[in-house]
């Protein structure tokens, strides 16, 4: 209780330390990996949600009350991440979007639901909802849905004979492998292999070679870009002819700058990517980014965060009110097929997004992405 | 057999990599009796400043065999340059100070630099471009090499075979060792210790630059703080082979990088670094001063 008390005094003394105008404004925050490895993916999300809150300030704001943007820097580190949920806290933001990566998720979520503070995020973990937060919902599909489509293209589309699985040792990446070869195992597949890198340690020569005498079908990688562009280097050096398919975390400009040449015939199992997203919002702000940033959203990603965004802004609007018991209610139970740059979508109790199609793309010579497959 | 020889071949590869970077410990050491543990983070400054000179230089242009010499050496002697600096501003003042000050002084020198990598480039991932040497590979029964991997196992062994003669065979060579033994009886016998100290910066660092832009051409990705794994990986090849001792750094490096390939090839791939370092550990419990290292008397 004392605890409570103090964590209010302190909040109430930094919102008001921090603005004159306290009452006339409110904040949101982002935490997110704005350096780091994962760097342009949080700077994405981070742009994003300052492009659409610009654009709500021009309106007139929330309920007439102009938005402030606090950005907390995460490093994707569960250590960093546990910091900026107090932060953010303290700050006296009413809503926090991000983070990137489902481990920095996880690690603040405890803070923000302690502190009734609403929380979304692309984190794709099954774990981020098995604690029933009422303050956080998933902007993004679960790995279990993502697993199975997968596990599904490699058994009946494929006709994969063996598969190899490699993941890093993340919770999101280890979650998402599990759930391929789960699911690969389950329609009766023939999983060869199921090994882990140390993300970052760049030499995969190791483990490759032993593949290698496993002669897979394909290697799929669960993890992210980082590591997955020089797998798929190390994989083509080694001679491995194998298909390589990486998880959605690789589908990120660097996956291709790293992989150079041979990121041509990678396949990518992702939700649409941004400039093929048929919907209205998304041509209004995709557009609006470029213009603003002079550059794409580095990825699927910062554009699911800013649906998640969106649909907190539309809570506040449709009760009436900044309390957040509200709006996480009025968003679970009364949203209906919210309008998202990423297509409709809703929020089921748990706070699972229902309504996401995915994809798998083939990396052109030149970069560009093929759809390949979509159910 | 062709998969156990291209493990073999990985291991080798990165095991080069490491006797390069572990010169330059073992080098500072033997002669100063200190562990500079900013080599680390030097050698990774040298992959910045490579792949920098080439954006900045050569970028646009193809990348001819000429340019590719022409940014290994200018790399080279910027790190030599920053090497002899380091020296000047971290060490020298402390030369007779106690060795815990010197220690603690490399230790900071080394988060300078990499703070200082961090100031210049930026926290985020920087890519080396993929068309620097050819892609050429060559399959040989199943194994497979590539041109970078033969570039860096001959590159190596030719730098590290002229390392040995230098030491042993020539004027300087004898000064060095000279001086590694009694820095004091040098001085009597009219060894400039200063210089014969900048020079052992000069090549250890050159040695590390030449390590550091192999190790951004063949992994592409550089971050500001890998400094700190390869120094790691590097000093620990140093006390295998023997601290002080050349040819030890080599055969360190090498054995580090084969250890480490096949039991992550043959045992576990999750354990092959805590089993490599299990098995370096048995082997100091056998032989304290490494594998090269002699027993030293102590002066009493």
Not at chain 1, 308 to 323: H, I, P, Y
Not at chain 2, 52 to 75: E, K, M, R, Y
Not at chain 2, 123 to 143: E, R
């Amino acid at each position: 209780m004392k605890l409570i008390k103090l964590a209010s005094a302190f909040a109430l003394s930094a919102a008001v330390a921090t603005s004159v105008f306290a009452a006339d404004t409110v904040k949101i925050g982002v935490q997110a990996p704005i350096t780091g490895k994962y760097a342009n993916e949080g700077q994405g999300i981070d742009n994003f949600v300052r492009l659409i809150v610009d654009e709500k300030n021009k309106e007139g704001g929330l309920l007439g009350k102009k938005i402030e943007v606090v950005t907390c820097d995460d490093e994707a580190k569960a250590q960093k991440a546990a910091v900026c949920a107090k932060k953010l806290a303290n700050a006296g933001v009413f809503a926090v979007i991000g983070s990137y990566t489902s481990g920095a998720t996880e690690a603040a979520q405890t803070t923000y639901y302690r502190n009734k503070i609403l929380q979304t995020s692309d984190g794709t973990s099954d774990s981020l909802i098995k604690r029933k937060y009422w303050t956080f919902f998933r902007n993004s599909f679960p790995n279990s849905a993502q697993g199975e489509f997968t596990a599904d293209y490699f058994v009946n589309q494929k006709k994969y004979k063996r598969i190899a699985i490699l993941s890093d040792y993340s919770s999101y990446a280890d979650g998402l492998a599990n759930s391929v070869e789960d699911s690969v195992k389950k329609l009766g597949g023939n999983v060869a292999f199921r090994g882990k890198i140390k993300s970052g340690t760049q030499n995969f020569t190791a483990i490759l070679t032993k593949i290698k005498a496993l002669n897979p079908d394909v290697i799929y990688y669960s993890g992210y870009y980082t590591d997955g562009g020089l797998l798929r280097v190390q994989q083509q050096q080694l001679g491995i002819k194998a298909d390589f398919v990486g998880g959605d975390s690789n589908d990120n400009p660097d996956f291709l700058k790293l992989a150079g040449d041979a990121a041509e015939g990678v396949y990518l199992v992702n939700v649409p990517t941004p400039d093929i997203l048929p919907y209205e919002a998304a041509k209004k702000y995709l557009t609006a980014y470029e213009a603003r940033f002079n550059m794409k959203p580095p990825s699927i990603w910062a554009v699911v965060n800013a649906d998640g965004l969106r649909a907190v802004m539309e809570g506040v609007e449709k009760t009436n009110s900044f309390d957040t018991k509200k709006i996480s209610e009025y968003i679970r139970n009364d949203m209906k097929d919210f309008p998202g740059i990423t297509g409709p979508f809703n929020i089921r109790e748990d706070g699972e997004r229902v309504g996401a199609s995915l994809m798998v793309y083939q990396i052109q010579e030149d970069g560009s992405y093929k759809v390949s497959f979509n159910k | 057999m062709d998969i156990f020889l291209q493990q073999l071949i990985n291991g080798l590869t990165i095991g080069s990599l490491y006797a390069l970077v572990a010169l330059g410990y073992t080098m500072v050491y033997g002669v100063m009796k200190l562990i500079n543990f900013a080599h680390g983070d030097l050698v990774a400054f040298s992959a910045y400043v490579g792949l920098t000179i080439f954006t900045q230089f050569f970028g646009a242009s193809a990348v001819s065999f000429v340019n590719v010499i022409i940014i290994f050496l200018l790399t080279a002697i910027i790190i030599a340059f920053v090497g002899v600096l380091l020296e000047r501003l971290a060490y020298r003042p402390l030369r007779t100070a106690p060795r815990l000050s010197a220690v603690v002084s490399a230790l900071g020198a080394a988060l300078v630099i990499q703070n200082g990598i961090m100031l210049i480039w930026g926290p985020n991932m920087q890519i080396f471009p993929s068309d620097i040497l050819p892609s050429t590979t060559w399959n040989i029964s199943g194994v497979i090499m590539t041109f970078t991997q033969v570039c860096i196992l001959v590159l190596s062994a030719v730098l590290m075979i002229a390392l040995y003669f230098f030491i042993n065979k020539t004027k300087i060579g004898t000064a060095i060792r000279a001086t590694a033994i009694d820095q004091d009886a040098a001085k009597l016998m009219g060894i400039n210790v200063n210089r014969i100290i900048m020079i052992i910066f000069v090549v250890g660092s050159m040695l590390g630059a030449i390590g550091g832009l192999f190790i951004g051409i063949y992994y592409r990705s550089l971050t500001f703080d890998m400094g700190w794994v390869y120094g790691l990986n590097a000093f620990i090849a140093a006390i295998i082979g023997g601290i002080g001792s050349i040819p030890g750094a080599m055969i360190g490096g090498l054995l580090l990088g084969l250890f480490n390939a096949l039991i992550a090839g043959y045992i576990s791939t999750q354990w092959a670094e805590t089993l490599t370092f299990v098995l370096l550990i048995i082997i100091l419990i056998v032989r304290p001063t490494g594998i090269l290292g002699e027993k030293t008397a102590e002066k009493v």
